[in-house]
């Protein structure tokens, strides 16, 4: 007991003390981190629609709100959600979608949307107001990704298949240590049909040396510096890079895009384990 009313030894203890609260402070901050992942894949979870953002006729941003400021929805990366909604005759659909959100943005989730005419997740959406729940499951998906595992990505995406793109890209770019480059061909019909113009550009601006976007339109504008048409074999070999035991092409597209891509592929010399389809 002596030796605890020394000076010294009180200062000892306490400094012992502060570090194990500082350890249980530090276990508890990152359990409850943890726990705070959202998503489950065995059953659908409802989030509230807290801002909808129309950005075109028939494309709108729905952003989510998860169930606390640190929360995560917890999607590995490439991986994708299921959307359960009602179509127009009130019966139920169930959709996959890619969040363009990582989870490093905590607190929330975003979709971007494209609306077709005759859809029936679209529907749902297309009804869905501020206040609103969506009920969603996952994760889904069989895309893998570590930092540095290829030395390049070809990305060949058609319209709303931009997403599970746009997120693998941000994770790369945003990651200072990981060297991977991206090249990306992205095809659209029209020019206001290219979903995350302003994000694709600003990932290109931010990131010159490690991210490339070539766009092709079906019906460009009477000014227009990108491809024309669809998306061809020496569009492929000019903008991707070629096929080697160290890249990988990703493509996601409506079915008839992604048939015509593989084909192409396989004409170039791009081997089946050189390839991936979301």
Known sequence: MEFLERPEAQLIVGVAVAIV???ATAYFYFSSKKSKVCLNPEEFKEFKLVKRTQLSHNVAKFKFELPTPTSVLGLPIGQHISCRGKDSQGEEVVKPYTPTTLDSDIGHF??????????????HFREMRVGDYMAVKGPKGRFKYQPGQVRAFGMLAGGSGIT???QVARVILENPTDKTKVHLIYANVTYEDILLKEEL????ANYPDRFKAYYVLNQPPEVWSGGVGFVSEEMIQTHCPAPAADIKILRCGPPPMNKAMAAHLEALGYAPEMQFQF
């Open 164 to 166: 599970p793109m746009f």
């Open 21 to 23: 609260a500082a350890g």
């Open 201 to 204: 550009e600003g990932l290109a």
């Open 110 to 123: 975003e979709l971007v949307i494209k609306m077709y005419p005759q859809g029936r997740m679209s529907h």
